[in-house]
């Protein structure tokens, strides 16, 4: 299908205005979060900023107050990651690049080199979210690859790829201002939405809508642009230009409209006055000026920051306690991101118990969220970067199975489970994805995946050593939930899965301890570490098979 048949006819994102008018699931607003700052309080936190909590992210939060917490998550200290390297010689030579070497400097109209260069970089940015330090910036890098949705596969050029990325993950805290800036004239976008050949000969309206409908105001009842002013916005953005040898962005002054640009009354009948020669170049700040001079910028944009973070749903409650003051204060900060996360994750709202435990995970926040949890040692990416590469592209892979390809969403609206109205969220699971789900995590506990003799798998034994109290079967199951799951269970269920699992159907409680004191005593002893084992991955298995595991 033609590129521009396709965007007119695929499913957009919900409008800005349509929002429940008569119903209030929480009354809390943005004051501070006046509470306990307790471990529940740290998991929720770390669960929604970041992918999982680990059990030593949870102990060095609990020595920070909650200000402080939010305060260090929202202000990532880890320098920006080296890039991806070239992970495919000598299966595919690449004469410019030596093998464990960069390539993102190096670009090519090679196809064959592009096909590989975009999976070493899937497989790179699968391992940034494995290996993340203690920020939000991980999780918020992807929030804005959803945002501003592009395919690799449509770009094609991995060189445009990385960078494009490198954008989002540069200034993923930011001024989103800026960044629309940045994303508007940036080379993957102009060649994802067809602003390259945006000429005044041949306007191209694609990136003119999606800049207005999916990148800054929504649609709705008060967003009333009209066709002519895409039209219109399409002309301002003619002649920016890719130099097919250089890979470079530049102004073409010979390709840009020069007439002045008239705006509906939507936009006050704002007139862009044309400019011409390199002048033209400055009428796209004109246009995102007019744009982010109306207030639905800023209540788009948090309603998408909210859906990611807190909770799918936005009704009335929401709306007037939390969106509207929270698109205040990006308006009066200049639409700095910063300021608008951290009221948000300091506030009484986030911290509602109604807010707690209630998003169905993301493929990639369930595949990287128990692989960090776990701690499953993967090889070190510089030494043995080959089969670091490797390990990832496995995890990736998963994504993929289960409906998240990064990189590759389904189109410019992103993935549909953060705006697909009514089921948004629930749209992750279904017959296909749940098993898959459930197959990951029981490979993962059992056998694991094995590449060149090295092998990445949960090792049961490790994680519980970890834990308060291994010797007490009744905190080895407090323990593993608190770290596991985000919904409290019953004394019941408890009691019946440590008997089961952990007692081998015995009721007493030294059945376990027993088990767990001889392991310690001897170590090396085949048979009572396989006893211990043996229980362990059984009951680790089954708590990521319930329904449960899939909440954050």
């Known amino acids: 299908m033609d590129r521009r048949d396709f965007l007119t006819t695929r499913k957009k994102k919900p409008s800005a205005g349509t929002l429940p008018t008569r119903e209030f699931r929480t009354q809390s607003g943005l004051n501070p979060y006046p509470g306990p700052w307790t471990k529940n309080e740290v998991q929720h936190l770390l669960k929604r900023t970041m992918f999982g909590s680990r059990q030593a992210d949870i102990n060095y939060f609990l020595g920070r107050t909650m200000s402080q917490a939010v305060d260090e998550l929202i202000t990532p200290a880890a ?80 060189h445009f790829i990385y960078w494009h990325h490198a954008l989002l993950r540069q200034n993923c805290l930011g001024n989103f201002k800026q960044l629309v800036k940045n994303v508007t004239i940036d080379a993957g976008m102009l060649r994802y939405l067809n602003g390259y050949l945006n000429t005044k000969t041949a306007p191209d309206e694609n990136y003119a809508r999606e800049l207005q409908e999916l990148f800054t105001l929504g649609k709705g009842p008060t967003v009333t642009y009209t066709e002519d002013d895409v039209r219109k916005a399409a002309q301002v953005l003619t002649g920016w230009r890719i130099n097919g040898t250089t890979f470079a962005v530049y102004f073409d002054a010979t390709r840009h409209e020069t007439s002045n640009k008239q705006f509906s009354a939507y ?54 306690n939390v969106i509207e003051p929270l698109a205040t204060i990006f308006r009066n900060s200049n639409y700095d991101i910063k300021p608008v996360l951290e009221t948000l994750f300091k506030s009484e709202h986030f911290f509602d118990v109604l807010n707690q435990g209630c998003i169905i995970k993301s493929p990639v926040d369930e595949v990287v969220s128990c692989l960090r949890e776990f701690g499953v040692v993967f090889p070190n990416a510089v030494t043995e970067y080959a089969d670091a590469y490797g390990m990832w592209n496995y995890i990736r892979n998963w994504f993929t199975s289960m409906n998240q390809d990064i990189g590759d969403p389904p189109d410019v609206s992103g993935w549909a489970a953060y705006y697909q109205e009514p089921q948004f969220h629930e749209l992750w699971i279904n017959s296909d994805t749940l098993p898959k789900r459930n197959q990951f995590t029981d490979i993962m506990i059992t056998n694991g995946y094995t590449r060149n003799g090295k092998k990445i798998i949960i090792n049961a034994v490790t994680f519980t050593q970890s834990l308060s109290n291994p010797g007490d079967p009744n905190a080895v199951i407090d323990d593993a939930l608190s770290i596991l799951y985000r919904v409290p269970m019953s004394a019941g269920f408890k009691q019946l899965t440590k008997e089961q699992i952990l007692l081998s159907n015995q009721t007493q409680d030294y059945y376990w301890t027993n088990a767990w004191t001889a392991y310690i005593a001897d170590p090396t002893n085949t048979a009572n570490y396989n006893i211990v084992n043996a229980r362990l991955k059984a009951l680790y298995q089954y708590l990521m098979n319930l329904s449960e595991y899939q909440l954050s």
């Open 267 to 320: 936009y006050n009948n704002s007139v862009i006055t044309g400019q011409s020669g390199a002048n033209g170049a400055l009428e796209t700040d004109a246009l995102i000026t007019m744009i982010f001079n109306k207030d639905e910028v800023s209540k788009y944009i948090c309603r998408c920051i909210y859906r990611w973070f807190v909770y799918y749903k936005i009704d009335a409650g929401a709306e007037t």
């Open 79 to 158: 320098p920006l990651p080296a890039p991806p390297v070239n992970d495919y010689s000598p299966g595919t030579p690449d004469s410019t690049v030596p093998a464990g070497t960069t390539w993102v400097n190096s670009p090519t109209n090679d196809g064959t080199l592009n096909s590989v260069r975009r999976n070493s970089f899937k497989k790179w940015w699968a391992g940034l979210m494995i290996n993340q330090d203690r920020s939000i910036r991980e999780k918020l890098t992807l929030f804005w690859a959803d945002h501003f949705g592009t395919e690799t596969a449509t770009i094609g050029t991995s």
